[in-house]
T-cell receptor, first 111, second 114 residues
Framework: EPEVTQTPSHQVTQMGQEVILRCVPI?????FYWYRQILGQKVEFLVSFYNNEISEKSEIFDDQFSVERPDGSNFTLKIRSTKLEDSAMYFCASSSGNTIYFGEGSWLTVV | DAKTTQPTSMDCAEGRAANLPCNHSTISGNEYVYWYRQIHSQGPQYIIH???NNETNEMASLIITEDRKSSTLILPHATLRDTAVYYCIVRVAGATSNDYKLSFGAGTTVTVRA
């Protein structure tokens, strides 16, 4: 069964460092998303991406965040200068326009 | 956005049916009801969705009331591996008709006991 894959599964980074989280969405899907979940809290929407541009973003998705689909298969989330409060599980998701399917997540720890 | 209300937690006996209620009294006529679950901080897993009619797949059944103000997810034969947080979500339309986001609440923590 096709699935969304994410790398790395876990990353520890120092505050202020740049981080790139990578995702391979399900092939033939057109809509891509990033969500995050801070430990013990709800799953929160960050950004949606369609037709090579951001279609919607939340208040969390400030200038420190960016997304890119560099090669037609990968979908990346970049955090330019990480803060302690960016520590969370980040979920990539994709959809063909109906059901959204999530990856297993990348756990980011900022120290 | 149509909000959903779910019980905070519930227990279920292994092998028995688990009935998970959800209220969505402000749902609009063209909004779907989606159910996901999250097992111990793994990625949310799609279970089922519906608009008006009852739906069934290999994982569960979804019963939507005629007025669409509430629904029930039924896990027919709960196993220990069904222990998870279950989210009832009303699909919120995004920037385009097929581009939508899911707004997760706190969900129902379901514990299946042997």
């Amino acid at each position: 069964e096709p699935e969304v894959t994410q790398t790395p599964s876990h990353q520890v980074t120092q505050m202020g460092q740049e981080v790139i989280l990578r995702c391979v969405p399900i092939s033939n899907h057109l809509y891509f998303y990033w969500y995050r979940q801070i430990l013990g809290q709800k799953v929160e929407f960050l950004v949606s991406f369609y037709n090579n541009e951001i279609s919607e973003k939340s208040e969390i998705f400030d200038d420190q965040f960016s997304v890119e689909r560099p090669d037609g298969s990968n979908f990346t989330l970049k955090i330019r200068s990480t803060k302690l409060e960016d520590s969370a599980m980040y979920f990539c998701a994709s959809s063909s326009g109906n059901t959204i399917y999530f990856g297993e997540g990348s756990w980011l720890t900022v120290v | 956005d149509a909000k959903t209300t779910q019980p905070t937690s519930m227990d279920c006996a292994e092998g028995r049916a688990a009935n998970l209620p959800c209220n969505h009294s402000t749902i609009s006529g063209n909004e779907y009801v989606y159910w996901y679950r999250q097992i111990h901080s793994q990625g949310p897993q799609y279970i089922i969705h519906g608009l008006k009619n009852n739906e069934t797949n290999e994982m569960a059944s979804l019963i939507i009331t005629e007025d669409r103000k509430s629904s029930t997810l039924i896990l027919p034969h709960a196993t220990l591996r069904d222990t998870a947080v279950y989210y009832c979500i009303v699909r919120v339309a995004g920037a385009t008709s097929n581009d939508y986001k899911l707004s997760f609440g706190a969900g129902t923590t379901v514990t299946v006991r042997a």
